[in-house]
Nanobody
Framework: QVQLVESGGGLVQPGGSLRLSCAAS????????MGWYRQAPGKQRELVAD???????NYADSVKGRFTISRDNAKRTVSLQMNSLKPEDTAVYYC?????????WGQGTQVTVSS
């Protein structure tokens, strides 16, 4: 299983941008479906975006046109560029790796959108 470490969260004003990064260990990172999930207080964890080993991308409707997911298999990283942030984007963001029955989660990074 890959080990995942997120970075890049913080406090930003509405309309601002943040970039989250997730660094992975493990030689088979390239085979994993990598995704970003988020969990707001009192709500269930939800998928934000994911990207397959072949580069197919899926976004939640709420972030389409604002967020961009990307991966670099050589560097074993996956990133989430978040633009036009809204207060409702406030949550803990988690990096996730999935390969068949295997699931790995990062520790989470807080994103707060507030004026």
């Amino acid at each position: 299983q890959v080990q995942l470490v997120e970075s890049g969260g913080g406090l930003v004003q509405p309309g601002g941008s943040l970039r989250l990064s997730c660094a992975a260990s493990g030689d088979i990172f390239r085979l994993y479906v990598m995704g970003w999930y988020r969990q707001a207080p009192g709500k269930q964890r939800e998928l934000v975006a994911d990207i397959t080993s072949g580069g197919e991308i899926n976004y939640a409707d709420s972030v389409k046109g604002r967020f961009t997911i990307s991966r670099d298999n050589a560097k074993r990283t996956v990133s989430l560029q978040m633009n036009s942030l809204k207060p409702e984007d406030t949550a803990v963001y988690y990096c996730n790796g999935a390969l068949g029955p295997l699931r790995s989660w990062g520790q989470g990074t807080q994103v707060t959108v507030s004026s």
